[in-house]
């Protein structure tokens, strides 16, 4: 079947680094996804990766191992307008996204 | 940017009336677009896919004479809730993909929330 796991939430302090692991199990695969969504806003797209390696966007970076169906997003000089959903979704052979339940991040000053 | 509208953002009707919402790709053409569903703290749920000029592909458990999609044109697809209850309330959210390129990343909607009384 098809799976996405993420941790259902974390806390960090303002200024520091967090990051959001995501593993994920599809039928083919066609890229991971993340995206940032804002209380009872509709999500916003922060990073693709379909190759391994790390993406750096920002304070934001995203890194992908197709081997081992595992991706993470780190944030970096956090602020408390990051407080935030984060959604990991994997695109599969059909190109449909299939989506983790979200990780709640808290920023605490 | 490739701009995606969503029209009304909210939506408060009777238990038993019909709601339609409409999600408009502004300035790209988008031949899928697709329809979610959002309950408080869950993630998206894919409802459908819509397909411009054919029948949209519905995801299994969801009612498709209950949600009635209909993408007439590349710009626009639409999304009626038929004979709406209280447990249809929920935040309906719309993605489209710009059929112009060879990118795979959905564009969302700003979204609908939908309270049925």
């Known amino acids: 079947g098809q799976n996405i796991d993420q941790p259902t939430e974390m806390t960090a302090t303002e200024g520091a680094i967090v990051q959001i692991n995501c593993t994920y199990q599809t039928s083919g695969f066609n890229g991971l996804f993340w995206y940032q969504q804002h209380a009872g806003e509709a999500p916003t797209f922060l990073s693709y990766n379909v190759l391994d390696g790390l993406e750096e966007k920002g304070r934001f970076s995203s890194f992908l191992s197709r081997s081992k169906g595992y991706s993470y997003l780190l944030l970096k000089e956090l602020q408390m307008k990051d407080s935030a959903s984060y959604l990991c979704?994997?695109?599969?052979?059909?190109?449909?996204?299939?989506w983790g339940a979200g990780t709640k991040l808290i920023i605490k000053p | 940017g490739a701009v995606v509208s969503q029209h009304p953002s909210w939506v408060i009707c009777k238990s038993g009336t019909s709601v339609k919402i409409e999600c408009r790709s502004l300035d790209f053409q988008a031949t899928t677009m697709f329809w979610y569903r959002q309950f408080p703290k869950q993630s998206l749920m894919l409802m459908a896919t819509s397909n411009e000029g054919s029948k949209a592909t519905y995801e299994q458990g969801v009612e498709k004479d209950k949600f009635l999609i209909n993408h007439a044109s590349l710009t626009l697809s639409t999304l009626t809730v038929t004979s709406a209850h209280p447990e249809d309330s929920s935040f309906y959210i719309c993605?489209?993909?710009?059929?112009?390129?060879?990118?795979?990343?959905?564009?969302f909607g700003p979204g609908t929330r939908l309270t049925v009384l």
């Open positions: 979704a994997s695109m599969d052979s059909n190109y449909q996204l299939i």
């Open positions: 993605s489209a993909r710009d059929a112009g390129v060879d990118w795979n990343e959905q564009f």
